[in-house]
């Protein structure tokens, strides 16, 4: 397999029949075990973005190759969901009449987990985001920062190897989002993962290896932007 | 968490959703266990009066609307023992008229030489040998509090109870034997019959010896088991086709609430199904969760259905016209029908939401509001 993990060309993606078009021939390559930030203005399709590489909507043209899968090629993108990507939304989207532990056992089913493995497994990857004594609660009863952990554990229910995260601490305090980020490194330098994190946090970005930025549909050059951050305020880590 | 708990934690989101559309659909079920008990019970009473004391065969006039309506005369009946193949002929007349309470009581005149060759399962006293005397059935002995030696008044005719009977079919059990010939003069149908029960020669065929007597006169008919029976008698018919269209009506009226249930709780969380798809589930297991959910409600549904059904049919009974023919027969059949019916509604109600939502996007069902 090639060291690249994501590759995505020349993406296409318009709605209401072409009026608005969210991505005009966006290219990324994310290398296996890199984490890249992406920025750039609010509507510039970064979400969009996000969603085509997750297979959860279909591009109008381009290609798009995760871990040596060509989306475009295979039907039933069920198994690809289910195992190569875990995805964490804006929002967090867990199931609101699920435990903290059934939502993370969710994916599961799909790649035929038995029950109690399931549930194990489930624990761990709680343990794992640090709330080992909330996998009995359901989203309700958990704060913005915990739900969103959650939802984290559930994007690698099935160890994928590449993680998709959309303004996981958008919703979030400074202190909260800087423990969600201080998992979303530990768990990519312990498990290898790939990361591709949205985020309008400099001081989020800054933790990546590389920022990438987007406008107007397209991902800018590297050339156009320094890699560096501007003088803006680092959060400590 | 098994799947099997995830459809049951939906349905308990919306306990009086659920509970409500089980109601409805165990009505339906009610309906199919009350209708199919009693036409069962109609079968199963209409089929006792094909056979009289181990015959094989009821012969009668093709045609009629009715058995009642049958009609001979007495000596084409008695001349059917001439043939060959037939080992006795022993002609019956069918007389219904209301005695005590009962509003069918259903009285065999049969003559005295036959009820005593092929006399019913006696339980008391003996076969009657005189004119003014009945054997009545131990059922109708008990609604009219009478015993051997009493009387009892058939078509305003006095007879002494000789002996009592008991074949275990309400309606038969209600009724009595009566001397033909009384009975003839008790109804005004002097010299006539409704026909002859026939039991055919050592050996030979039932069927065949009755395709032979109605190969010889066209105007007869010979019945030898209730499916038969339509020729003779379009009640039964009437009562199965009642039956099929009632079950007909209780799976569409409950298809169309399963399916309205389905489509609101399948709608309201669209977005959750994008969750679901958006995690790796495969567009069939939406369908199987969906489904589930569906079957669930109509298995609740029947249990209950069961349960009501039962207490229709007693409540049916206690009309005195329907409790005097008939007993409810809740057989292994019926329970299975309305098991289909159940599953049936399950099915089809929940198609069109579970289909629909399975062919969504991921990403159309996550932006549903
Ligand atoms: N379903 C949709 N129908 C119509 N327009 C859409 C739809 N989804 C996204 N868009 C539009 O596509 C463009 C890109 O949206 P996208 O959500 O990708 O932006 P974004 O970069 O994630 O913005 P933000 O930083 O605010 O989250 C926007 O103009 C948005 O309004
Ligand atoms: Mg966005």
Same mark, same amino acid.
Request: glycine content about 10%.
């Given at each position: 397999m090639s060291e690249i993990a994501v590759e995505v060309r020349g993406l296409v993606k318009s709605y209401e029949g072409g009026r608005?078009?969210? %991505?005009?021939g966006a290219d990324l390559k994310v290398a296996r075990g890199e984490f890249v930030a992406l920025m750039g203005p609010s509507g510039c399709g970064k979400s969009t973005l996000l969603h085509v590489i997750a297979a959860l909507d279909r591009p109008d043209a381009g290609h798009v190759h995760v871990m040596g899968v060509d989306t475009d090629a295979v039907r039933d993108l069920s198994a690809y969901r289910a195992r190569t990507v875990g995805l964490v939304f804006q929002l967090h &989207?867990? %199931?609101?009449?699920?435990t903290a532990s059934e939502n993370v056992q969710v994916p599961m089913f799909e790649t035929g987990t038995g029950r109690r493995e399931r549930r194990r497994r489930a624990d761990d990857l709680l343990a794992l985001v640090g709330l080992a004594d909330r996998t009995h609660n359901r989203p309700g009863e958990l704060s913005g920062g915990e739900r969103q952990r959650v939802a984290i554990a559930r994007a690698l229910a099935n160890d994928p190897p590449v993680l998709l995260a959309d303004e996981?601490?958008?919703?979030?305090d400074s202190k909260a989002g800087g423990r969600v980020m201080d998992l979303i490194e530990r768990l990519r330098t312990e498990r290898g993962l790939t990361v591709l994190l949205v985020t309008h946090d400099p001081g989020v970005a800054a933790r990546a290896d590389r920022t990438v930025h987007m406008l107007d549909g397209r991902v800018l050059a590297? =050339? +156009?932007?320094? &890699?560096v951050p501007l003088a803006l305020p680092v959060m400590p880590s | 968490m098994t799947f099997g708990a995830l459809i049951l934690k939906n349905l308990l989101r919306h306990r009086v959703r659920t509970l409500l559309t089980a109601v409805g659909i165990a009505i339906g079920i009610m309906t199919v266990i009350a209708l199919g008990a009693v036409a069962t019970g109609a079968r199963q009473a209409a089929g006792g009066? %094909?056979?009289? *004391? *181990?015959?094989?065969l009821l012969v009668a006039q093709k045609g =009629?609307?009715? %058995?009642?309506?049958s009609s001979m005369p007495t000596r084409q009946a008695a001349r059917?023992?001439?043939? *060959?193949?037939?080992a006795w002929a022993h002609p019956v007349l069918l007389d219904v008229s209301k005695v005590g309470s009962n509003p069918y009581f259903v009285a065999f005149g049969m003559r005295l030489a036959d009820l005593a060759e092929a006399p019913p399962p006696l339980v008391a006293g003996r076969v009657p040998?005189? +004119?003014?005397?009945v054997l009545l059935g131990d059922r109708g002995a008990r609604d009219l509090g009478v015993g051997v030696g009493g009387t009892v008044e058939i078509q305003r005719t006095r007879f002494r109870v000789a002996g009592l009977f008991h074949v275990g079919t309400t309606w038969q059990d209600g009724g009595a034997y009566v001397p033909l010939v009384s009975l003839q003069r008790a109804a005004r149908?002097? *010299?006539?019959?409704?026909g002859a029960y026939v039991r055919v020669a050592a050996g030979r065929d039932a069927g065949a010896v009755g395709e032979a007597i109605e190969a010889a006169d066209p105007q007869l008919v010979a019945i030898a088991d209730v499916d038969d029976m339509a020729e003779v008698d379009q009640g039964i018919e009437a009562i199965d086709g009642l039956n099929l269209a009632i079950s007909l009506l209780a799976v569409g009226i409950g298809a169309i609430g399963v399916m309205n249930t389905m489509v609101m709780s399948v709608f309201e969380r669209t977005r959750e199904i994008g969750i679901l798809r958006a995690v790796g589930w495969r567009g069939r297991r939406v369908v199987r969760m969906i489904v589930g959910e569906s079957i669930a409600v109509c298995l609740i549904a029947f249990v209950v259905g069961l349960g009501l059904g039962a207490l229709a049919t007693e409540a049916v009974t206690l009309v005195p016209a329907i409790g005097a023919v008939l007993e409810p027969a809740y057989t292994v059949a019926v329970m299975v029908r309305a098991l289909v019916v159940a599953l049936v509604v399950a099915l089809v109600g929940a198609a069109y939401p579970a289909i629909r939502a399975a062919r969504l996007l991921p990403m159309e069902a996550l932006r549903h509001e």
């Open positions: 608005i078009r969210a %991505l005009r &989207n867990l %199931l609101p009449a699920l996981p601490t958008g919703s979030l590297p =050339a +156009a932007v320094p &890699n | 009066m %094909l056979q009289s *004391g *181990g015959s094989d =009629a609307s009715d %058995l009642t309506f059917l023992d001439r043939r *060959g193949d037939v040998r005189r +004119a003014d005397q149908k002097p *010299g006539v019959v409704t």
